[in-house]
């Protein structure tokens, strides 16, 4: 309730960047000769036009929400976590591990990986947090150090130790225990890579918005993100928050790799940082922070991925154009604050107009009576 | 038209989201007057002078400047137009010279070089004008705050400005620098400027202005020569009822000696000892203030005493323990409370509403959580209560944000919040900056009521006369030394300013 006027200001304003950059998105497509509606038409109808597709925009989305909320936790105490792509790694790392090695029954060996991946990607964000506590070193260089240590410990670690039958440069396929695709939920989407990582991510976006807003764990690292001397001053450990803030974001970000190397995909391949790691900062903007925000935004960008190639394939429109839509969309959820600055401007300019108006017409009413 | 006004604004309106800081005021100036402009914080009065200077556009009137209308679409056209301000936070850069801070944005220039030479003259010769005696070649972060707010007006002179706004000109000076500038303003008006003083200080109004207009929750209340009228009559017209100006005190029932400091040392942020073996004691029933010039050790002894910072050597004792290794937490816990004098940075989490900034201190504590869950509708009532029981004045209650809230009605919510956690101990630093009477008086009486509970209270401040109202007891600071302790009843403003100045008691004698 005490949120509801902030929340809907922001919910227009993501609406706003979205709109702007569908918008760029159809100019784009006029310039190249093509029909915008006709692009649109496909772009959506290619990522829910049929029951498998849908599915694929959920699996599609299902990584993206968790990097997002990765992001969006962390800044809520004011730090910007660029590691979310390191920690899927270490996530995707621990549960494929798991995975190869274990021998359990499915329900036992999924919820083993989603602790392990749970746990090592916290402990992976944990230091650099540690680095800004102890030291006050800049979680964004730090982050991203992460990031190309997990990188090339990846390029160690696979090859070494879970090597493919064929390939040096990816990991064994996961055994079909270890997978989060399950086959009565593949049958429902006929056929989709739909996996239970999507239930999962719903469960962690409410535990999200719960911890964010109902317990004393949110209320103190939104503290210490809004500002940090009044929050020691009120005795509360800035340290502490740091650290443990950090670690949140890090094991939602693991939790993401996951379901992003044992759901979406069944194998880890080296030499790659998942995009989704940074487009999680996108998602995070474009959501406003909020956990919900995030997962709509997931899901809408997820929706584009997935929609692209059919566009590109009805018309003769390049699937760039998704991906430029998507980078307007970003660019416009980036600079909302002038968006929202104006939009104030033109609501005041209004007002006034109105006053004016409404005062002019009592004066002639006043003198018209008068005579 | 009127012609012998040189600024008339009528039937000004300015809103903000949820409230009205200017309800069609008119507002009129006459040439060569010191025309007052007094109100209680968040009045509207700033605003309305923003309006003039073209910082805000507002929603309906019409500013007339020598009877011609005009439109102050943004400051510089009040540059153009002979309107010049000086802002309660000087708006100059400290690693530049007076002369380069005076010149910034219409630098003279002789063959694509910036001619200083011809720039500084001119402000030698206008500083011996109106007697402002600054030093062109002077840099800023060398320069007193009295001297950076004669730049300021020296920046408007330069720039021929014939309306001079001041805003809160004296919140920042020393009871010398205010006498100074009060004879500059005179100067100026001799010169033939016109000059408008933002303030609620009533006592500098009755010393130095013409005229006074009053405004209160945004509406004008009157505009009224000073010479008919006295304090007591513009307090009232400014808070809307009759104010206490004296302190009433009961005579003190002294407890036990609840917080003992003993050969205290800090470091300061520099590095060296911004504390130096202080020793000082604080009864239960008693309010102790401790007198000094700003920068003598005050921030250290406060910041080690709530836990901020770590100290040297010596002892902090609250109730018989000492305290001094303790984290700020277990500290509020055995009772202390703070009041800072930075509410914005120490005092208040702007972003969070009312009722979040109300349990800052205990939220963790039950009935506003359990088992890590805060309970929302007990942390509403409780600001509710707390907003009712201060009087708090806050647009939208407890869902508030801090941010929208004035001065006075944020310091009263911090003072509600600490005072309302029962403590033992309460430690207020300037309590009372930038507020207006009617709060200030309120935040004297709260103090003034946890002292006759028995409660302890030690009151750092730099406003003298507010450590003579209050306090039982005197302490003096000087370079991080305690110069002397004295009763209150057996010392004058004389005395404590030598010893504030580093000269012992009785040395003089």
Known sequence: ?371 | MRLDYVVEMREIRKEFPGVVACDDINFQVKKGEIHALLGENGAGKSTLMNILFGLYQPENGEIYLHGKKVNVANPNIANDLGIGMVHQHFKLVHNFTVTENIILGLEPTRAMMIDIRTASARISKLSKQYGLNVDPDAKISEVSVGMQQRVEILKMLYRDAEILIFDEPTAVLTPQEVRELMKIMRSLIDEGKTIILITHKLREIMAIADRCTVIRWGKLVGTVKVSETTEEKLAEMMVGRKVLFEIKKKEAHLGEEILKIENLSVLSSSGALGLKNFSLGVKCGEIVGLAGVDGNGQAELVEAIIGLRSIESGKIIVHGTDVSSFPVRERIKKGMAHIPDDRHKHGLILDYTVQENLVLKNYYLEPFSRRGFLNWDLIQEHASRVIKDFDVRAGEGPDSSARSLSGGNQQKAIVGREIDGNPEILIAVQPTRGLDVGAIEYIHRRLIEQRDQGKAVLLISLELDEILDLSDRIAVINSGELVGLVNAAETNENEIGLMMAGVKRGATA
Not at chain 1, 161 to 169: I, Q, R, V
Not at chain 1, 330 to 351: C, G, H, M, P, Q
Request: hydrophobic letters at 50%; proline letters at 4%.
């Open chain 1, 1 to 371: 309730m005490k949120t509801k006027v902030r929340v809907k200001k922001d919910f227009l304003m993501s609406l706003f960047a979205v709109f702007l950059g569908l918008l760029a998105g159809a100019i784009l497509m006029v310039v190249t000769g093509n029909n915008p509606f006709d692009g649109f038409y496909y772009l959506f109808r290619g990522g829910m036009m049929n029951i498998e597709r849908i599915g694929n925009t959920l699996g599609m989305a299902t990584p993206l929400i968790f990097a997002g909320l990765s992001v969006a936790f962390a800044f809520k105490t004011g730090l910007f976590n660029i590691g979310g792509a390191g920690q899927m790694l270490i996530g995707g790392l621990c549960a494929t591990a798991i995975g190869l090695t274990f021998d359990w029954p499915k329900p036992i060996l999924l919820l083993a990986i989603v602790f392990g991946s749970l746990i090592g990607g916290a402990l992976w964000a944990a230091l650099p947090g540690y680095l800004k506590a102890r030291f006050n070193v800049h979680e964004v260089v730090s982050t991203i150090m992460m990031n190309w240590i997990a990188y090339w410990s990846i390029f160690y670690i696979v090859p070494a130790y879970f090597k493919g039958p064929f390939l040096e440069t990816e990991s064994q396929r996961i055994p079909e225990a270890a997978s989060m695709k399950v086959p009565w939920l593949t049958s429902l989407f006929s056929g989709s890579y739909i996996n239970l990582g999507i239930f999962l991510a719903i469960i962690f976006v409410v535990i999200s918005a719960l911890i964010l807003e109902k317990t004393t764990l949110g209320y103190e690292l939104k503290a210490v993100g809004y500002n940090r001397d009044a929050a020691e001053a009120a005795g509360i450990s800035v340290n502490r928050n740091i650290i443990l803030s950090m670690s949140i974001a890090g094991a939602l970000a693991g939790l993401g790799g996951a379901t992003f190397y044992v759901g979406y995909a069944s194998n880890m391949q080296i030499g790659v940082l998942p995009s989704q790691g940074f487009d999680g900062i996108a998602v995070a903007l474009l959501g406003a922070n909020s956990p919900w925000g995030v997962f709509a935004a997931a899901i809408f960008f997820g929706l584009l991925h997935t929609g692209k190639g059919f566009m590109n394939a009805m018309t003769a429109i390049p699937p760039e154009i998704a991906d430029t839509i998507i980078a307007t969309i970003i660019y416009f959820a980036a600079t909302s604050v002038l968006i929202e600055r104006n939009w104030d401007r033109i609501k005041r300019f209004r007002a006034g107009a109105l006053l004016r108006k409404a005062k002019k017409r009592t004066l002639e009413a006043g003198s018209g009576g008068d005579q």
